[in-house]
């Protein structure tokens, strides 16, 4: 089981910058496959991450955030990141951490097994 713990949300408007943060409990540098995805307000959670991080440091990134997002991790602190730069107002969502003890990401939601609570992410015209 691995906890996770997302924070770094907030209130920003349209082109402002938020770095979002995900600690975990336990190592998860290597071995584990970190993603993050999101839930706007009154939809379905995507079903495919805005962006994941493979064991060897890999990133892939859904079409929405390429060139705004940037996913990374800290190995001693245990703590995925999320820098997310030339925000739009649809990207005002829920942001989930997730993590799957795997070497390499798959991007579906289905794939990852442990979950944060979210963290909020509000952006304005």
């Known amino acids: 089981q691995v906890q996770l713990v997302e924070s770094g949300g907030g209130s920003v408007q349209a082109g402002g910058s938020l770095r979002l943060s995900c600690a975990a409990d336990r190592y998860t540098y290597s071995g584990y496959c970190m993603g993050w995805f999101r839930q706007a307000p009154g939809k379905e959670r995507e079903e495919v991450a805005v962006?994941?991080?493979?064991?060897?440091?890999?990133?892939g990134y859904a079409d929405s955030v390429k060139g705004r997002f940037t996913i990374s991790k800290d190995k001693p602190k245990n703590t995925l990141y999320l820098q997310m730069n030339s925000l739009k107002p649809e990207d005002t969502a829920m942001y989930y951490c997730a993590a799957v003890r795997s070497q390499h990401c798959a991007t579906a939601a289905r794939s990852f097994a442990f979950w944060g609570h979210g963290t909020q992410v509000t952006v304005s015209e």
């Open positions: 962006a994941t991080i493979d064991s060897d440091g890999s990133t």
